[in-house]
């Protein structure tokens, strides 16, 4: 493994990892129950108990980003990886972070808007995706799309049709804050 791809595995995982801080400092205040699942009108339906909830989820997510990067590192035939691929490696650790605070938020009482929460987080996800997806080139579809691309003209307008789609639903996902 390059050092630049060893050192983007070694930040990403710890990043998954610094949530568990917020826990400690938490610990004592939180219930032995912790809310981990939530329906569509923000009611808890499943709970954990409180070490799983907080050291054993962030743990299970490194775990997951560790077998991305290994992955997505070892699939890579250069150095230069799509700024698309980029992105998505940061996915993982962003969302621990996100759903981590959401959680402990959530046990210790306060008000807090779960589905708006994710929508805004998924829609700005779908945004960013929606708009790098069109700059993807034809040689890294090629490897990325099974069965490959036709030709060249035939890849840009599925990638623009892609592209246009995440947005749209990014911008839809986003609507759902103000209106629900």
């Given at each position: 493994?390059?050092?630049?791809?060893?050192?983007?595995?070694?930040?990403?995982?710890?990043?998954?990892?610094?949530?568990?801080?917020?826990?400690?400092?938490?610990?004592?205040?939180l219930?032995?129950?912790?809310p981990?699942?939530?329906?569509?009108?923000?009611?808890?339906d499943?709970?954990?108990?409180?070490?799983?909830?907080?050291?054993?989820?962030?743990?299970?997510?490194?775990i997951?980003?560790?077998?991305?990067?290994?992955?997505?590192t070892?699939?890579?035939?250069?150095?230069?990886?799509?700024?698309?691929?980029?992105?998505?490696?940061?996915?993982?650790?962003?969302m621990?972070?996100?759903?981590?605070v959401?959680m402990?938020e959530?046990?210790?009482?306060?008000?807090?808007?779960?589905?708006?929460?994710?929508?805004l987080?998924?829609?700005?996800?779908?945004?960013v995706?929606?708009?790098?997806?069109?700059?993807?080139?034809?040689?890294?579809?090629?490897?990325?799309?099974?069965?490959?691309?036709?030709?060249?003209?035939?890849?840009?307008?599925?990638t623009?049709?892609?592209?246009?789609?995440f947005i749209?639903i990014?911008?839809?996902?986003?609507s759902?804050?103000?209106?629900?």
């Amino acid at each position: 493994m390059e050092k630049k791809n060893r050192n983007l595995l070694i930040i990403s995982v710890m990043v998954c990892l610094l949530p568990m801080v917020l826990g400690m400092v938490c610990y004592h205040n939180l219930p032995d129950q912790m809310p981990i699942h939530f329906t569509i009108n923000d009611v808890p339906d499943n709970y954990a108990p409180k070490n799983f909830a907080l050291f054993g989820i962030p743990v299970i997510m490194a775990i997951v980003q560790a077998i991305c990067i290994f992955f997505t590192t070892s699939q890579a035939k250069d150095s230069k990886k799509p700024r698309i691929v980029k992105i998505m490696e940061w996915f993982i650790p962003i969302m621990t972070v996100a759903i981590y605070v959401i959680m402990v938020e959530v046990a210790l009482g306060s008000n807090i808007y779960i589905g708006k929460s994710v929508c805004l987080i998924l829609g700005i996800l779908f945004m960013v995706i929606g708009n790098y997806i069109p700059k993807v080139s034809y040689e890294v579809g090629e490897i990325m799309f099974h069965p490959k691309p036709k030709n060249e003209s035939s890849f840009r307008k599925m990638t623009r049709i892609m592209g246009y789609s995440f947005i749209g639903i990014g911008i839809i996902l986003l609507s759902f804050i103000i209106w629900v």
